[in-house]
Structure formats: structure tokens, C-alpha cells
């Protein structure tokens, strides 16, 4: 029997390379999901870490968070940015709709809760395509096995039949091994789904911080401008 990659292909039955082609097909689709998360998450990164600098500017000024308006559609590829937008722009029409430079703690509430809106909103954005890649590191050692249980019946069709070699170890052999191909790829992609999966997620964990931060500070600036508004009036 040839052990190479094509004389295992040419050895193995329909079942084997259904198998084989399903795992292939797999391993292609994970690849192509991990390239654009990684892209992705590369922009979101470099673009958030821009933000919070460009942010961090404004609000060192106090009373100045209405100039930071607009200030997410400098950095499109964000989810901090948008996130960060939606609490001043919330501010901004709770500010107009009071009528006067006062900050209240409804208005506090509003603007959270329009971030915490946008950051759920963020985080499932993030996260697309990590369910599938979930799905091919656990099923997949499961099709390779499910190849490899069709490869030793055939191998033992074989054995069993005196006109296929009957009885020699060599078929026995050859049979095995093209049914522990399966098994081979199977853990291969699933080694490689995993390993993918488990950095996504550690950066969506990243992502989140920075968002839960920013978000944080966001809100005390709003109290804060509340406050001095409240003093100034008084």
C-alpha cells in the first residue's frame, strides 16, 4: 500500500472521503472566519486605542463633554467610539430637552443606559462567528471518528473476503490506516478551531474592559457636569 497523502486518498473508500472532504471544507470555512475576525479585531483595537486618547483630551476640561459630539465618527472601525457617541449624544438631547445646564440623575441613567445599549449591540458584532467556530472544534474529532468507523468496516469487509487479500495483516493494516486518516484530520481542525476560538475570545474580554472603562468615565464626567452646573446656578 502507497502511504502517501494520494495513495491514501486512492485507497479509501466513498464514506473516508466524504469525510475527509466535509473536514476540508471545515477547516476552510474556520480559516476563512478567523482571517476577518483578526482583521476586524485589529481595526477595533487600533481605532479604540485612538479614541480614548483623543477622548481622554476633551474630558480633561471639565464641563466639556459636549465637544467630544461627534467625535466617534472619527474612528468608524470602533466599538468603543460608537459606544462612547451614543452616551454624549444621549447627553446632548437631555441637556436640550431640560432647557438649562442641568444635569439630573434621570439624565444619568439615560446616557448609561444608552451605552450599555450599544455595548451589547458591540459585543454580539465581535463575537460573530466565534459560535461556529465552536462548532467545528467539538464536532469535528466526531466526523473524523465517524470516518474511521466506516474505514474498519471496509477494512474488515476486506478481511473477510478471500478474493481482497482475506486473512493478510497487510489488509488489516492498510484498512486501519486509511481509516485513522479521518481521525487524524479531524483532530487537526479541531485543534486549530480551538486555538482560534479561545483568542477571540480573549480579545472580546479585552474589548470589554475597554468599553466598561470608557463607559465609566463617560458617566462620572456626566455627574461631574451636573454638579458644577448645579453650583453654578446656585
Do not use: C, H
Amino acid at each position: 500500500m502507497n502511504f502517501t497523502v494520494m495513495g491514501l486518498w486512492n485507497e479509501m473508500g466513498f464514506v473516508a472521503r466524504a469525510v475527509v472532504v466535509v473536514l476540508i471544507a471545515m477547516s476552510m470555512y474556520s480559516l476563512a472566519i478567523a482571517v476577518e475576525r483578526l482583521v476586524t479585531f485589529r481595526r477595533a483595537r487600533v481605532a479604540s486605542a485612538e479614541f480614548v486618547k483623543a477622548l481622554a483630551g476633551v474630558l480633561v476640561r471639565p464641563g466639556n463633554l459636549g465637544a467630544a459630539r461627534g467625535l466617534e465618527e472619527k474612528f468608524p472601525g470602533s466599538p468603543v467610539a460608537r459606544m462612547a457617541g451614543a452616551g454624549v449624544t444621549e447627553y446632548d438631547k437631555a441637556f436640550d430637552a431640560a432647557g438649562a445646564p442641568v444635569v439630573n440623575y434621570d439624565i444619568v441613567d439615560a446616557v448609561v443606559r444608552a451605552m450599555e445599549r450599544i455595548r451589547e449591540r458591540e459585543l454580539a458584532n465581535l463575537k460573530r462567528g466565534l459560535p461556529l467556530l465552536a462548532t467545528v472544534s467539538s464536532s469535528a474529532p466526531f466526523v473524523g471518528l465517524f470516518g474511521t468507523v466506516g474505514g474498519i468496516i471496509t477494512a474488515f469487509q476486506k478481511l473477510a473476503d478471500p478474493a481482497k487479500g482475506g486473512g493478510g495483516i497487510g489488509t488489516v493494516s492498510a484498512g486501519i490506516a486509511e481509516a485513522l486518516v479521518t481521525t487524524a484530520v479531524g483532530l487537526g481542525v479541531a485543534i486549530i478551531a480551538v486555538w482560534f476560538y479561545n483568542f477571540f475570545n480573549a480579545r472580546v474580554d479585552e474589548m470589554t474592559v475597554d468599553m466598561d472603562e470608557t463607559a465609566s468615565e463617560v458617566a462620572d464626567t456626566v455627574i461631574k457636569d451636573g454638579r458644577a452646573n448645579r453650583g453654578a446656578g446656585a
